[in-house]
C-alpha cells in the first residue's frame, strides 16, 4: 500500500511539473474513469442488463472524461468526441459478430477447473460480455487516435485559413498514418506485456504451437489486440472527414 501511495505521489508531482493544469486533470481523469469501470463491470454481471448498451454509455463517459475534462470544449474535442464515439460504434458491432463465431466467450479449459464448484448459469450473455471487454480496452486508445488527429489538424487550419477541405483531410490521413504504425505496436506490445505470465504458464503445461494457438485464452487476447488495432485504423478516416467538415465551412 506504500508503494502505491509513493508511486502515485510521483506520478502526480512529474504530471503537475509537466502538463500544469492539464497534468492535474489528467491526473484526476485516471481515478475518474477507475470508477466508471468499475461501476460498469458491476452492473454488467446484473441479470437483464445489456452488456453492449452498458458498454456504450461507459465509452461515452470515459470519452467526456479523456476529452472535455482534460482539454476543455473546444472544436478539437468536440470532433474527437463524435469520431470517437461513431468508430467505437461500429467497432462493436464487428466485434460482436468476431466474438460470435469465433467462440471465445466464457472461461477455457485451463481455468474451468478452479470454477468447477460453482455454478456457471448466472444468466449473463458471455458473447455479449466478451464483445463488451474488448471495446473498453481499445475506447482510451481510439480517444488518444482522434485527439491526435484533430488537435495538429485544427493548427493547420489556425495557420491556413484558406486551406481547402479536400487538402485539409489528406493532411489528416498523413498525420494519422505517422501514428498508426506507432499506435498499433504500443497496443500489442502492452497486451503481450501484461499476459507474459499466460505464455510461461503455457510453456509449464508442455502446451505445442497448436494447442496454445487454439487456445481460448490466447486467441481472445489476440483477438483483442486485432480488433484494437482495427479501431485505431478506422478512427483515422473518420476523424480526418469530421474534423475537416467542422473547420472548412462551404463557401
Known sequence: ????????????????????????????????????????????????????????????????????????????????????????????????????????????EEEIDELSMFSLYIGVDFIKLAASVIVMSTIGAITDAAISISSPMREIHYHNPDISRKNLYQAGMKIGRDILGTSTNTLFFAFFGGYLALLIWFKDLSYSMGEVVNSKIFSAEMITILCAGIGLTIVIPITSWITAVFLVKKR
Request: glycine letters at 6%; charged letters at 5%.
Open 1 to 108: 500500500m506504500n508503494v502505491l501511495v509513493v508511486l502515485a505521489a510521483i506520478l502526480f508531482l512529474l504530471m503537475t511539473l509537466i502538463g500544469g493544469n492539464k497534468g492535474i486533470r489528467s491526473f484526476i481523469a485516471l481515478f475518474f474513469n477507475f470508477g466508471v469501470i468499475i461501476i460498469t463491470t458491476l452492473f454488467m454481471t446484473v441479470p437483464g442488463l445489456n452488456p453492449i448498451i452498458l458498454t456504450l454509455i461507459a465509452c461515452v463517459i470515459i470519452s467526456c472524461i479523456n476529452l472535455f475534462f482534460i482539454n476543455k470544449i473546444n472544436i478539437k474535442t468536440k470532433t474527437a468526441f463524435i469520431s470517437s464515439i461513431i468508430s467505437t460504434s461500429l467497432l462493436l458491432l464487428f466485434i460482436f459478430f468476431i466474438t460470435d463465431h469465433a467462440k471465445i466467450q466464457g472461461f477455457g
